[in-house]
């Protein structure tokens, strides 16, 4: 009878070690899905911002073309709508690193240094993502940390900045770089277009 009684106790400790060994696993497998999700929707949420800004990088382009109809051969790549373009001597967009920022309904750019690979939390404090009261991003600091309660007036995980180059009378290159944190490690998404002043062709 007692040889009984334990081989049965002994069988139980033997289900529960299988029991534990199953549960762990199965969470395991729940924490990963959890964790892709996340990375998932970081991923999805940094392709938003960066077409954000190749948006705006072709309004800059556009709107030079209807205010500076008479001359959209210099001045559709004029920085931040001067008006000496027209002229033909202004401060035209250069190859470089840019946060885009609005003025007055109008987009504008103010060139800064390049994203530093050896310095990256002060390069997140230059070009970090935040939300407004309106829920648009932007780069107004803000020290709150946005969440899922808290979307506005935050600061996001992200990082953005916008590389021009490949410059010539004619043309350039614009990348939109977003930058977040997964873990200890810096992930990073991309979108590029190739900007040409086409319309040049209207003023001959």
Same mark, same amino acid.
């Given at each position: 009878?007692?040889?009984?009684?334990?081989?049965?106790?002994?069988?139980?400790?033997?289900?529960?070690?299988?029991?534990?060994?199953?549960?762990?696993?199965? @969470?395991?497998?729940?924490?990963?899905?959890?964790?892709?999700?996340?990375?998932?929707?970081?991923?999805? &949420? $940094?392709?938003?911002?960066?077409?954000?800004?190749?948006?705006?990088?072709?309004?800059?382009?556009?709107?030079?073309?209807?205010?500076?109809?008479?001359?959209?051969?210099? =001045?559709?790549?004029?920085?931040?709508?001067?008006?000496? =373009?027209?002229?033909?001597?202004?401060?035209?967009?250069?190859?470089? &690193?840019?946060?885009?920022?609005?003025?007055?309904?109008?987009?504008?750019?103010?060139?800064?240094?390049?994203?530093?690979? &050896?310095?990256?939390?002060?390069?997140?404090?230059?070009?970090?993502?935040?939300?407004?009261?309106?829920?648009?991003?932007?780069?107004?600091?803000?020290?709150?940390?946005?969440?899922?309660?808290?979307?506005?007036? =935050?600061?996001?995980? @992200? $990082?953005?900045?916008?590389?021009?180059?490949?410059?010539?009378?004619?043309?350039?290159?614009?990348?939109?770089?977003?930058?977040?944190?997964?873990?200890?490690?810096?992930?990073?998404?991309?979108?590029?277009?190739?900007?040409?002043?086409?319309?040049?062709?209207?003023?001959?």
């Amino acid at each position: 009878m007692l040889r009984k009684n334990g081989s049965t106790l002994f069988e139980v400790v033997i289900m529960m070690a299988i029991l534990s060994l199953v549960l762990a696993s199965f @969470f395991s497998v729940i924490g990963e899905w959890a964790q892709t999700e996340k990375n998932l929707e970081n991923h999805v &949420n $940094a392709l938003a911002f960066s077409r954000e800004w190749i948006e705006w990088i072709l309004n800059i382009r556009n709107t030079n073309w209807l205010r500076f109809a008479s001359n959209r051969s210099n =001045c559709w790549d004029t920085l931040n709508y001067d008006m000496n =373009c027209v002229a033909g001597s202004y401060q035209s967009i250069q190859n470089g &690193n840019y946060q885009i920022w609005n003025e007055n309904w109008l987009w504008k750019l103010t060139q800064k240094s390049p994203w530093d690979k &050896n310095n990256i939390q002060a390069s997140f404090d230059q070009y970090r993502i935040y939300k407004n009261e309106k829920w648009w991003s932007s780069h107004t600091w803000n020290s709150t940390p946005c969440t899922q309660e808290k979307n506005q007036e =935050c600061q996001t995980k @992200f $990082a953005r900045v916008i590389t021009i180059s490949n410059k010539t009378p004619t043309s350039l290159t614009a990348r939109s770089t977003v930058y977040w944190k997964e873990k200890n490690n810096i992930k990073n998404t991309f979108l590029e277009v190739e900007l040409t002043n086409w319309k040049s062709a209207y003023d001959k």
